[in-house]
């Protein structure tokens, strides 16, 4: 069983920087995969970044190619989306999610990932 609890969300302005964590307990995180997803209201569920287990492998929706930076911290368990230019419409709940082993090519699929995290609001104010 895998944990996963995000932080950092928050309302900040257009133009700004906001950066959020996951921190994982309960498997060795190396052997974990991870994702960021985001969801706005009304809207479905979508997938923003990915990153391998050992941390080489990223990967990066269209519309968080240039402005976001995925990373993480085995040592720490931890995750992290770093959000750069935000734009009203990055507004959503973003979610982590993990898998084990490796991320095949579907890595934007939801359905790719075996645990989720509660989310954490971020909202960019124009």
């Known amino acids: 069983q895998v944990q996963l609890v995000e932080s950092g969300g928050g309302l900040v302005q257009a133009g700004g920087s906001l950066s959020v964590s996951c921190a994982a307990s309960?498997?060795?995180?190396?052997?974990?995969?991870m994702g960021w997803f985001r969801q706005a209201p009304g809207k479905e569920r979508e997938f923003v970044s990915a990153i391998t287990g050992s941390g080489l492998g990223r990967y990066y929706a269209e519309s968080a190619k240039v402005r976001f930076t995925i990373s993480r911290n085995n040592a720490k368990s931890t995750v992290y989306l770093q959000m750069n230019s935000l734009k009203p419409e990055d507004t959503a709940i973003y979610y982590c999610?993990?898998?084990?082993?490796?991320?095949?090519?579907?890595?934007?699929?939801?359905?790719?990932?075996?645990?989720w995290g509660q989310g954490t609001q971020v909202t960019v104010s124009s």
């Open positions: 999610a993990a898998r084990f082993g490796p991320l095949s090519g579907d890595y934007y699929n939801t359905h790719l990932y075996d645990y």
């Open positions: 309960g498997r060795t995180f190396s052997s974990l995969a």
